[in-house]
C-alpha cells in the first residue's frame, strides 16, 4: 500500500501512536499485580503549562496544555514512525 507522507499524516500517526500507548498502560495498570513491571510500564512523566486565564471582560478565556507520557506511550511513537519508515 502506498501512501503521501504529508506532514500531517506523520502527526496524525504519532499522535494516534501516543493514544494508542497511554490506553494500553492504562490497561496494564488496571490488569497487573503491584510490582515493578507494572511501575515501569505505567509511570507518567507529565509536561506542559497550566491554566491561563484572560478576563476580557465580556468573555472569560482560559488556556492550558499539558501532556502525559508512559513508556507504552513512547514506544507505540517509535512503533508508528518504523511503520511509517517501512510503507
Do not use: C, W, Y
Request: charged share 10%; net charge positive.
Amino acid at each position: 500500500m502506498f501512501f503521501r507522507r504529508t506532514q500531517s499524516v506523520v502527526i496524525v500517526s504519532i499522535l494516534l501512536g501516543a493514544a494508542i500507548g497511554t490506553l494500553l498502560g492504562e490497561l496494564i495498570r488496571l490488569g497487573l499485580p503491584q510490582g515493578p513491571v507494572r511501575e515501569l510500564l505505567t509511570t507518567q512523566v507529565s509536561f506542559g503549562f497550566g491554566a491561563i486565564t484572560l478576563n476580557l471582560i465580556v468573555v472569560d478565556v482560559t488556556l492550558g496544555l499539558m501532556v502525559h507520557f508512559n513508556l507504552m506511550s513512547v514506544i507505540f511513537i517509535f512503533l508508528m514512525i518504523f511503520l511509517l519508515k517501512k510503507l
